[in-house]
């Protein structure tokens, strides 16, 4: 079974910082193409907040670009995404993503359960 794990939300202040982070576990796990963050706020549909591919190629929605940056650890099969100059906008719950590769050649694309980021005074 494999399974993505987020951590490190929580409140904070406009212009404050946070580091989220995802953990992909799983005994069929053979490898983990793109992994990515999206976020969805009350009312609004899932958008996405940034991807990075095993190749550490990265693409980043409009509103966070200068903003977030996303990176992984191919060794702990994690990807991270550290905010800076949070805004009040980027309330939302996050979401991690992943294109996984199993051993039996099976590819399959999973999502974390999400954390909640709250950006407010």
């Known amino acids: 079974q494999v399974q993505l794990v987020e951590s490190g939300g929580g409140l904070v202040q406009p212009g404050g910082s946070l580091r989220l982070s995802c953990a992909a576990s799983?005994?069929?796990?053979?490898?983990?193409?793109?992994m990515g963050w999206y976020r969805q706020a009350p009312g609004k549909q899932r958008e996405l907040v940034a991807t990075?591919?095993?190749?550490?190629?990265?693409n980043y929605g409009g509103s966070v670009k200068g903003r977030f940056t996303i990176s992984r650890d191919n060794a702990k099969n994690m990807v991270y995404l550290q905010m800076n100059s949070l805004k009040p906008e980027d309330t939302a719950v996050y979401y991690c993503?992943?294109?996984?590769?199993?051993?039996?050649?099976?590819?399959?694309?999973?999502w974390g359960q999400g954390t909640q980021v709250t950006v407010s005074s």
């Open positions: 990075i591919t095993r190749g550490d190629s990265t």
């Open positions: 993503n992943a294109d996984i590769l199993k051993y039996d050649m099976a590819r399959a694309n999973y």
């Open positions: 799983g005994r069929s796990i053979f490898s983990i193409d793109t």
